[in-house]
DNA sequence: AACACCGTCAACCGCGTAGCT
DNA sequence: GAGCTACGCGGTTGACGGTGT
């Protein structure tokens, strides 16, 4: 089937979002909640593609997001998770499901972990000779892909391994493989760090734990937050008090009667800084 | 001070797929 | 069941700021 592009070419603004276009985009979607992002643009009154509108909104304005580097925790819970979900394609490619991993840490995106996986925890891992694809040592890599497919390599590594790296790594050692069998996956379940029900949660259709992306009252962490009590990143804003007020909210849903005509006429009123 | 290099991250691209007709 | 539309996702790119020379 034929693919169209997502919006029309001519006339759609690309790269970086102004102050301006982002008080339309909120403004709008305070409003009108998120709906058929196709038709957002037009009604912001934005010369975006619905896309381009959908990934700033979820990667950066939408007021439930922590921003900042990730903790110590949140960096640990990304690497045990990668490690059990990074191989879980039936082709065993390696295939990460950044969205899932983002669904356990609360107000992180999908986008942010995956920067923050390959600009820091790659080399992390990588430092400490894991090889952050398979989470194996990597001095096993080369010995074990002598004698076997690299489809079936990780299990015997793991196997094999001698116990050297005790990091977080160590109990995830088995990444699960395409002859994993049912045994393997219940060994992999025993393991996981506190929470069982973690993957059932991830691989089966069950809402997140962490499924209300409008959850204002859950605070940002400490170092993420500024003098003003607001989280750092919006500081990145020139001009972004005007979120403030979606703080206020009880967005939720985002439905349009959530907040007052005064936030709203707050959002209307603001004055646009410029930004970058 | 000027330039080159490197790291980070926001944004874009294209594919897969759910859902509708 | 086929065709189409829209959305969500992962991979990739490129702009920008920081650091080194």
């Not at 009604?43 to 509108?53: E, F, N, Q, T, V």
């Not at 040592?137 to 080369?142: D, F, Q, W």
């Not at 699960?176 to 991830?202: A, V």
Request: net charge negative.
């Amino acid at each position: 089937m034929g693919r169209q592009p997502c919006c029309d070419k001519l006339g759609v603004k690309k790269g970086p979002w102004t102050a301006e276009e982002d008080k339309k985009l909120i403004n709008f979607i305070l409003t009108n909640g998120q709906c058929c992002w196709r038709a957002v643009p037009k009604l912001a009154g934005l010369r975006r593609c619905g896309k381009s509108c959908r990934l700033r909104w979820t990667n950066y304005l939408r007021p439930d997001l922590k921003r900042g580097l990730l903790t110590e925790a949140e960096e640990q819970l990304v690497i045990d998770l990668h490690a059990r979900l990074g191989n879980r394609s039936p082709s065993f490619i390696s295939f990460v499901m950044w969205s899932k991993i983002a669904a356990r840490l609360p107000g992180r995106t999908d986008n942010e972990i995956k920067n923050h996986w390959n600009t820091h925890i790659k080399k992390k891992l990588l430092k400490m000779g894991i090889d952050p694809v398979t989470h194996e040592p990597l001095h096993k890599e080369t010995k074990a892909e002598d004698n076997l497919p690299p489809d079936s390599s990780n299990q015997q590594k793991a196997e094999s391994s001698d116990g050297t790296n005790n990091n977080v790594e160590d109990n995830s050692s088995s990444s699960p493989t395409e002859n994993s069998s049912s045994t393997d996956d219940s060994l992999l379940l025993e393991n996981i760090c506190n929470d069982d029900c973690l993957l059932n949660s991830l691989w089966i259709d069950e809402p997140p734990l962490i499924d209300a992306p409008w959850n204002i009252s859950n605070p940002p962490v400490e170092e993420n937050i500024n003098e003003t009590g607001l989280p750092v990143a919006w500081d990145h804003q020139d001009n972004c008090s005007w979120l403030l007020d979606c703080q206020d909210f009880g967005i939720h849903d985002f439905g349009i009667d959530s907040f007052s005509d005064f936030e709203l006429n707050t959002l209307n009123n603001l004055e646009v800084g410029g930004r970058h």
